[in-house]
């Protein structure tokens, strides 16, 4: 199981009724319990002689308590700003402006991006992903600095549509 499926069963969980999933395989176990104030916690792996998975459930499970946590402050960004629109991180790791340090930054404040624009690259376990806006418009604000790390649904960027 890698790192995005992870992401997604996280997802599912979140959006749905259930209260514990639970998948075990071979030497890969993974619990996702979901609070009743919607939070959710994710449980270390059981048996994992396999160390390419340990480190990606850990951070899942560090990550994602502060994330929720912190989602009820991010809520009331947008509600000053009924118009702005938040594109947000879809997974943990580092967050970068721009392909390489001598490169121009992807987006700046003021410039308008569309639907399927590459606005930052998220390093996550040595894999550069881009990623891409869902929403058109103009970028408002930028609220992660170059080189810092992002958790995930964490905000980094406002969008006037």
């Known amino acids: 199981m890698d790192f995005k499926q992870i992401q997604e069963l996280i997802k599912m ?54 994330a929720a946590q912190a989602a009820p402050a991010a809520a009331g960004a947008p509600a000053a700003k009924d118009n702005l629109i938040t594109i947000k991180s879809p997974m943990i790791g580092t967050f970068y402006r721009s392909a390489g340090p001598d490169k121009p930054p992807f987006v700046n404040v003021g410039d308008d991006v569309s639907a399927g624009k590459v606005v930052c690259i998220i390093e996550a376990m040595k894999l550069f992903n881009e990623i891409e806006s869902e929403v058109s418009g103009k970028i408002v604000k930028i609220l ?16 006037e549509p």
């Open 144 to 159: 992660v600095d170059d080189a810092s790390p992002v958790e995930y649904d964490q905000p980094l960027f406002l969008v």
């Open 13 to 66: 969980v979140n959006k749905s009724n259930i209260s514990e999933l639970s998948i075990e395989q071979d030497t890969f176990k993974i619990t996702i319990k979901q609070k009743e104030e919607g939070q959710q916690i994710v449980a270390v792996p059981a048996v994992a002689p396999v160390q390419a998975y340990a480190p990606p459930v850990a951070q899942v499970a560090a990550a994602t308590a502060p």
